[in-house]
């Protein structure tokens, strides 16, 4: 029984915050969809390398991509007003 509610409470929360960032996701410009995009290739790309010995060379500067665009876009969801991004 206990389990049950917080379980029930647990969602509630998540599909709170999947509501959040799609709200603030609706206000984003095409550079940031493409800090997006490049946030996601980059962590595909660094994940891909743990399997492949030619593109270990490369596991830096996918990660230092992916950092910056994830930290960017953190920002951008959680701490920039929404005011301040209107065209």
């Known amino acids: 029984m206990m389990q049950s509610i917080t379980c029930k ?5 998540v599909n709170f915050l999947v509501k959040y960032l799609l709200a603030r996701a609706r206000t984003f410009s095409i550079l940031d969809f493409a800090i997006f995009k490049t946030c996601l290739v980059c962590f595909g790309a660094f994940i891909a390398t743990v399997f492949s010995k030619q ?3 490369f ?15 953190i920002w951008r969801l959680f701490f920039q007003d929404d005011t301040t991004n209107q065209n």
């Open 9 to 13: 409470k647990c969602c509630e929360k």
């Open 55 to 57: 593109a270990k060379k």
């Open 59 to 73: 596991k830096f500067l996918l990660f230092i991509g992916f950092l910056a665009s994830w930290v960017y876009l």
